[in-house]
């Protein structure tokens, strides 16, 4: 089984082949960060722009490097929600599209089950259940992975997501967008000599809003005089023990032994470390993306899409023209 899939919900224009949901034939990726970089962050408006631009030459650059036909193609996966509304929209308004020409049908997909689809890329043997740490731009969530496409989410961040508050402090410490990998590579050379708060609440909830206005405030008290280095390093170690606390008490509750980490942040290399490091003390097997998985891609759409259009969760465009791009669709609707 074949499909083309597309992923347009931020900044990366990106379109891939997947053959039976695991097998990457092609996976290309238009990113816009240096568009965005100048203005400190995405721009929603020249986002949708800059994907309208690119899409059909990624769609055609995808089908080729995975030396396939259009005819080869048995369905459309497409990202059609969370994201920016217009940058969504002109991939899921290119998949109806296409669908309607080939007249095949569309599967409608997830982005954040697309990231943690991007384990079964990365591990041929992964099949769910298990707990996946959902850590991205928009989303810190502990999801309960049921089965392919049944997902319950245990815990979520009340304020800021992960990736924002990296992205937040990386600003404030004079680095570019975006902030995260930049934020880690400075903590590299840095020590743990900042007290940062951590905030705990009686149920898995997570809340990041006040560490980040902890290190801004610092920041704007030592002027000159910051180490800067130093508080890269206190807010990342600091947040990703928050992250796992949460993590663990899940897996104690729901007497789980398989973590998945997905979204941007599972790049980020202190976590990585720090779950393994919790995997290998309290018996569970932790999982994590490929590296080129962990941010906006369109193989992992692609793993996510075969998973729904095999349970049955696609339609013929031609039957029902109506699928709409959803800014703030929540995982489990
Ligand atoms: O999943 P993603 O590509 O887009 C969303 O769906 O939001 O995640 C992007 C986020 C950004 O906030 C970026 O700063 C963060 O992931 N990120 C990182 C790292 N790489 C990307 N944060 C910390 N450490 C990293 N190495
Ligand atoms: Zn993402």
Do not use: W
């Not at 079964?120 to 850590?135: C, I, N, R």
């Not at 202190?270 to 097997?285: G, I, P, Q, S, Y």
């Not at 692609?302 to 998973?307: E, H, L, P, Q």
């Amino acid at each position: 089984m074949i499909g083309l899939n597309i992923e347009s919900s931020c900044d990366e224009t990106a379109v891939s082949i997947i053959e039976d949901g695991r097998k990457v034939l092609s996976n290309v990726i238009s990113t816009q960060i240096e568009i965005h970089k100048e203005f400190g962050g995405v721009v929603p408006e020249i986002a949708s722009r800059k994907h309208l631009t690119n899409i059909s030459y990624v769609v055609e650059e995808a089908v080729k490097e995975a030396n396939v036909s259009f005819q080869d193609i048995d369905y459309i996966g497409v990202t059609y929600g969370p994201g920016l509304i217009g940058a969504l929209l002109v991939g899921v308004s290119y998949a109806k599209s296409l669908a309607y020409a080939l007249d095949i049908p569309i599967v409608p997909t997830h982005h954040i089950e697309g990231h943690i689809a991007a384990n079964y890329l990365t591990y041929e043997e992964l099949k769910p259940p298990f707990l996946a740490l959902v850590v991205s731009g928009g989303h810190s969530h502990l999801i309960q992975v049921k089965d392919y496409t049944t997902f319950e989410v245990i815990g979520k961040t009340r304020d800021d997501a992960v990736g924002e508050a990296f992205d937040k402090v990386a600003r404030v410490l004079g680095l570019p967008y975006p902030g995260g990998p930049e934020v880690s590579k400075l903590a590299m050379s840095g020590e743990r000599t900042y007290q940062l708060p951590k905030t705990k609440f009686e149920n898995l909830d997570f809340s990041f809003s006040g560490i980040k206005t902890a290190v801004i405030n610092i920041a704007h008290k030592e002027g000159d005089k910051l180490r800067k280095a130093d508080l890269a390093t206190s807010f990342e170690q600091t947040v990703c023990e928050e992250l796992l606390h949460n993590t663990l008490l899940a897996v104690e509750e729901l007497k789980i032994d398989k973590v998945v980490l997905a979204g941007g942040v599972s790049a980020n290399r202190v976590l990585r470390n720090m779950l393994n490091e919790l995997a290998d003390k309290h018996h569970f097997k932790a999982y994590m993306p490929d590296l080129k998985y962990c941010t906006d891609n369109a193989a992992m759409i692609g793993s996510a899409a075969y998973y729904n259009y095999i349970a049955g969760n696609y339609f013929n465009i031609r039957d029902k023209m109506d699928l709409n791009a959803i800014a703030n669709i929540k995982i489990g609707d």
